[in-house]
Nanobody
Framework: QVQLVESGGGVVQAGGSLRLSCAAS????????VGWFRQAPGKERELVAG????????YYTHSVKGRFTISRDKAKNIVYLQMSSLKPEDAAVYYC??????????????????WGQGTQVTVSA
């Protein structure tokens, strides 16, 4: 079993940057697929980016391509989400998720077994 803890959220002006961290304890991410989801008020939880840790392949939803980067620090057992050129519509609670049954990034939240507590990202216009 793996426990996930997110950090790095905060308030930033439009055009600014934030880096979110997802730290794992209990297991290494080696055999896991890790996804960053976000959920804004009144909206469904959506996958923003994901990484298949066994081969490093990544996925980005269209709206964040070129602005967000997901990466993994194997030594620290942390997955990062670097967010740049932030827009007001990026504001949401961001959640880290993981699963060790998936063979690749899945876009549905129900595919992921483990979740962090979430971290708030606020983008001011």
């Amino acid at each position: 079993q793996v426990q996930l803890v997110e950090s790095g959220g905060g308030v930033v002006q439009a055009g600014g940057s934030l880096r979110l961290s997802c730290a794992a304890s209990g297991r290494t991410f080696d055999t896991y697929v890790v996804g960053w989801f976000r959920q804004a008020p009144g909206k469904e939880r959506e996958l923003v980016a994901g990484i298949t840790c066994s081969d490093g392949s990544t996925y980005y939803t269209h709206s964040v391509k070129g602005r967000f980067t997901i990466s993994r620090d194997k030594a620290k057992n942390i997955v990062y989400l670097q967010m740049s050129s932030l827009k007001p519509e990026d504001a949401a609670v961001y959640y880290c998720s993981a699963d060790n049954i998936l063979r690749g990034v899945a876009t549905s939240p129900s595919a992921y077994h483990y979740w962090g507590q979430g971290t708030q990202v606020t983008v001011s216009a």
